[in-house]
């Protein structure tokens, strides 16, 4: 009977298989449903074979066990069992199943080689491990048995091919350990390490947050602050000061002074055009004064001034104007409501309210006060503006305090307008005049000549400003006499009733000393040497009394140092030690040569001699007077006693001979209605102890004479002439007014009777 046709085999499970190139698989084995593309690239090796088929060979090569080629197995060769036979079929047919399907025994998702490789391989080797072996495989084929002796459904268990083993005899190749797949992080690793750091970065944040806010902030927010702070001085208002009636001589008012910003002035010279005429400035110094300029710190200068001490209301004309980059700020003016009154004495200020010359400069600590200041926050640009709400911190400025003067305005005036003329009259280059109040030392008034207008110092010359009172060094001549009376009059080497012969010229060293009144020999009496200023009998008196006591009281008397009066650039004077004497200067000191003194100084000599015999000091101050009105009174000056109120007394009666007696050198000066008492002298300039051209013409003197109440010292630096023509008459119209103004009595004492040439 003809043979059925060959049914299809089937695997071990049961399965239809078709044949090999029907399947398109490799020997014709069957490929399992949905199996391929990256999975079966990813189970293969580079030769063809899986990964578990190269390490059975390997392991069979290993173990020497020879294979029979597929016939041979087929066909029942002795040496092997039926159950080996099985057995090793079963095997083949599993490795050949594995072939054809490599994720056979795995999983059917498609993607978990994807997931052994990134997992390192643990995955799939865990699952396997955990899982039992798959049973082998068994090729089962179906036949018809003609005969039917196998009865129906008998199938034919059939062997799986295998590839035929290498050689007992071949090479054994070492063993190699197959390389894991490198480990990458474990997916739960990673999540907490990126915990971590993502926590750490919060935390460095947070932490550089808070030291930010609280550590850090002040150093932040000043850097940036810096750039917005404005600082405003606060000018402190300067004391005044007054006269000892409590009348201003210079007092500070309320002003304000014009700015520019040259970074916001955009139209220089229609800026400079608008503000001209309202400061009294040409607009080609304004339109410079607003030129944008560099600092020296490198940065855009963002402040100049226009004006300063500008009335209040220009400044604010100026202001409703609304010119770009012009402000207005509070400032000071100093006012000097007498202009040049006592200005050589005062002194001026600068724009800045620093004390420059006279009493300003001297008491500018105690005028000038101290200055405030305003810091504040200010936006840029055009926002220069505050800013509300910023930082604003205000110190304020603590007034100066003022001082009242010892002078006396009026009296001031006076004596002033008496100098310049008498000064104009004679041609003169330089004049001063001291009026000093016995006993107190106070100086009613200290006039320079030539002098300057205090509120607009910078039109003056230097020498204009000098106090010629303190600073005007001269030899004193003639008006030195009276020290050398009163010194050999408190020495007891001459007596009020003393008198001797006086020859017209005497000879010291190799210098003759004559008098321009000659004696002729005759016997004098002191007031006639006095009257006529002689020389040889006042020289005649020194030899008397001698050097060293000379000396001393030229120092009692307060020459050689200074008066410490207050003024700024006071000279001292010189005196010459008896050490430095020549044979001359026995004839040239006791006559007032030889000896830089100053008008004080010597004013201060014959105001001891008015006062008794005591030397009081000279004093310009006589209060001060805080921002609180509290007066507080100078120190008490310094006093000391030079000649006893007797000889003090006697000495006066001397000088008033000079006033008195006919042709005497000081006619001139003699008040009607008043006794006075004093002397002429006539001497040189001295300019770095050098003698200047021309002479000084001088006097000093007291009244009443009985009962003194002022001294006056008048020096006047002339091209020639003496004391009496040209100080005398000065010195008179001085002290009448004087004794008018303060309103003294006129003398009721006859004046005295002098005799000069006694038998």
């Known amino acids: 009977m003809a043979p059925r046709p060959e049914e299809p085999r089937r695997d071990a499970t049961g399965s239809r298989r078709g044949s090999s190139r029907a399947a398109g698989n490799r020997g014709g084995e069957p490929r399992e449903p949905g199996v391929g593309g990256i999975s079966d690239a990813r189970s293969y090796t580079p030769r063809g074979r899986t990964v578990r088929e190269s ?398 207008n205090a509120a607009d110092p910078t039109k003056s010359k230097p020498t204009d400003r000098e106090d010629a009172a303190t600073s005007f060094v001269v030899d004193p001549g003639s008006v030195h006499k009276a020290i050398t009376f009163g010194a050999a009059l408190q020495e007891g080497v001459i007596t009020p009733q003393t008198t001797f012969p006086v020859p017209n010229s005497i000879l010291r060293g190799d210098t003759w000393f004559s008098d321009t009144h000659r004696a002729n020999g005759q016997r004098m009496s002191l007031p006639g040497m006095m009257a006529y200023s002689s020389n040889v009998g006042t020289i005649t008196i020194a030899d008397r009394l001698g050097k060293e006591k000379l000396y001393e009281y030229q120092q009692r008397f307060g020459l050689g140092k200074r008066t410490e009066v207050g003024m700024p650039g006071e000279a001292p004077g010189r005196l010459l030690p008896p050490s430095e004497w020549s044979d001359s200067s026995y004839g040239s000191v006791p006559i007032g040569h030889s000896v830089d003194a100053t008008p004080l100084q010597m004013a201060a000599v014959y105001a001891a001699i008015a006062n008794n015999g005591t030397w009081v000091q000279p004093r310009l101050v006589k209060e001060t007077i805080d921002p609180d009105g509290r007066r507080t009174p100078t120190k008490p000056p310094v006093t000391r006693s030079v000649l006893s109120p007797e000889n003090a007394a006697a000495l006066r009666t001397i000088l008033e001979a000079v006033t008195t007696v006919e042709d005497a050198t000081g006619v001139t000066a003699a008040i009607p209605g008043y006794r006075v008492a004093g002397k002429t002298g006539t001497g040189w300039r001295l300019v770095d102890g050098k003698k200047q051209p021309g002479e000084v013409a001088s006097f000093i003197g007291m009244a009443p004479a009985e009962n003194p109440r002022y001294v006056i010292a008048v020096f006047v630096h002339t091209p020639g002439g003496g004391g009496g023509a040209i100080a005398g008459p000065a010195f008179r119209d001085m002290m009448g007014f004087t004794l008018r103004h303060y309103k003294v009595p006129p003398t009721g004492d006859k004046r005295p009777e002098f005799t000069v040439y006694p038998r």
């Open 55 to 452: 390490r059975e060979e390997r392991a069979g090569a290993a173990r020497g066990t020879g294979r029979d080629d597929r016939g041979a197995r087929q066909s029942g060769l002795p040496g092997r069992s039926e159950r080996e036979e099985r057995t090793a079929a079963a095997r083949r047919t599993t490795g050949a199943d594995q072939r054809r399907n490599p994720r056979g025994t795995r999983s059917a998702d498609p993607f978990r080689p994807a997931l052994q490789v990134v997992d390192g391989g643990r995955t799939g080797a865990g699952r396997t491990g955990r899982r039992a072996a798959p049973a082998a495989r068994t090729t089962v084929i179906r036949t018809v048995d003609p005969a039917g002796t196998r009865g129906p459904g008998a199938e034919e268990a059939t062997p799986p091919r295998r590839r035929t083993p290498r050689p007992a005899t071949a090479a054994r190749r070492p063993v190699r350990k197959p390389r894991r797949p490198p480990l990458l992080a474990d997916p739960r690793r990673r999540l907490r390490l990126g915990t971590v750091l993502t926590l750490a970065l919060f935390a460095v944040i947070g932490i550089r947050l808070v030291a930010l806010q609280a550590v850090e902030a002040p150093a932040y927010a000043g850097g940036g602050v810096a750039d917005r702070l404005r600082k405003v001085t606060l000018p402190a208002a300067r004391g005044a000061i007054y006269d000892r009636d409590g009348n201003p001589l210079a007092h500070s008012v309320e002003a304000r002074y014009i700015f520019a910003d040259p970074t916001r002035v955009k139209d220089v010279p229609a800026t400079a055009k608008a503000l001209s005429p309202l400061l009294g400035i040409p607009a080609s110094k304004l339109a410079e004064r607003m030129a944008p300029r560099v600092r020296d710190d490198g940065k855009e200068s963002e402040f100049e001034y226009l004006a300063r001490g500008v009335s209040i209301d220009t400044a604010n004309k100026i202001m409703e104007l609304e010119l770009r980059g012009i402000g207005a700020h509070r400032d000071e003016r100093r006012e000097v409501p007498g202009g040049d009154l006592g200005a050589n004495l005062i002194g001026f200020t600068s724009q800045d309210m620093v004390g420059l010359e006279g009493l300003e400069a001297r008491y500018d600590d105690l005028l000038g006060g101290e200055d405030g200041k305003r810091i504040f926050e200010v936006g840029a640009g055009d926002l220069n503006a505050p800013i509300p709400g910023g930082r604003s911190e205000t110190t304020e400025a603590q007034p100066g305090s003022s001082v009242r003067l010892t002078i006396d305005r009026d009296l001031q005036y006076r004596t002033q307008e008496i100098l310049s003329d008498q000064v104009a009259k004679v041609s003169g280059s330089t004049g001063a005049a001291v009026v000093m109040e016995i006993p107190s030392g106070e100086i009613l008034s200290q006039a320079s000549h030539p002098t300057y």
